[in-house]
């Protein structure tokens, strides 16, 4: 999942982005509205995280504009004070849902995943396709009840799929949604993954739960067992 912090304090930027980091997102980071607008804009992700009281162009404004562009991620916004006004003006200006600073990194997390699930159409945390589950929160996969080892590429490959289970996602998609701008991209290495996921979810080939539609992308094609 790719994720961008617009937040112009730069110790709370810098947490945020690592511990995003450590649970497993690709991190995108702005300091403030404008290089927020511009990365919100330009960058394929999957949600963001916006501090309403920025320089350069406030995060009212950044959500607002990004919504006239038709962006349709979900938007979690930090706030500075629990002040209600900025919490309704902030919903009214297309955002999501809301944290109140200070918080702790659990939270922004919990309603981070939560978000990604309802724009999958998951209600729950545990993704459930045919014998496979998946547990947002846990970070593990089991087929059959039998836990599955992934490498934490593996997992992401997994997770992205499977929140979107039915649908058809490209190569590059999936490429730009597991690396953030830093990284060096490489289409190949998505196929590497993909069938090492295969592998192991399906060592007898006999579920085969990861579709390959040609010059198209992947489809997670086992059935949805608790869509919300
Ligand atoms: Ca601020």
Not at 10 to 16: C, D, I, K, N, Y
Not at 169 to 179: F, H, P, V
Request: net charge negative; aromatic share 6%; proline share 4%.
């Amino acid at each position: 999942m790719r994720a961008l912090v617009v937040e112009d304090e730069a110790a709370l930027r810098q947490s945020l982005k690592s511990e995003l980091a450590a649970a497993g997102f690709s991190v995108d980071v702005a300091q403030d509205g404008e290089e927020g607008l511009f990365a919100g804009l330009e960058y394929p992700l999957d949600v963001a995280l916006i501090d309403l009281g920025l320089p350069k162009l406030s995060g009212l404004e950044v959500i607002r504009r990004l919504r006239a562009a038709h962006k349709t991620y979900p938007i979690l916004i930090l706030t500075a004070r629990d002040n209600w006004q900025d919490k309704v003006e902030g919903l009214q200006a297309g955002a999501d849902d809301y944290v109140a600073k200070p918080f702790h990194f659990e939270e922004v997390l919990a309603r981070l995943q939560a978000l990604l699930r309802r724009a999958g159409g998951w209600a729950s945390p545990e993704l459930k396709c045919g014998p496979v589950t998946l547990d947002t929160r846990a970070q593990t996969v089991a087929v059959d009840g039998v836990a599955v080892e992934l490498t934490t590429f593996e997992y992401r490959i997994l997770e992205h799929l499977m929140l979107r289970a039915g649908e058809v996602i490209s190569k590059a998609e999936l490429t730009e949604r597991l690396y953030d701008q830093d990284f060096e991209r490489d289409s190949n290495v998505i196929e590497v993954l993909v069938g090492r996921l295969r592998r192991k979810l399906d060592p007898n080939e006999q579920l085969k739960p990861i579709e390959t539609l040609r010059g198209r992308g992947y489809r997670f094609s086992l059935a949805r067992q608790s869509a919300g």
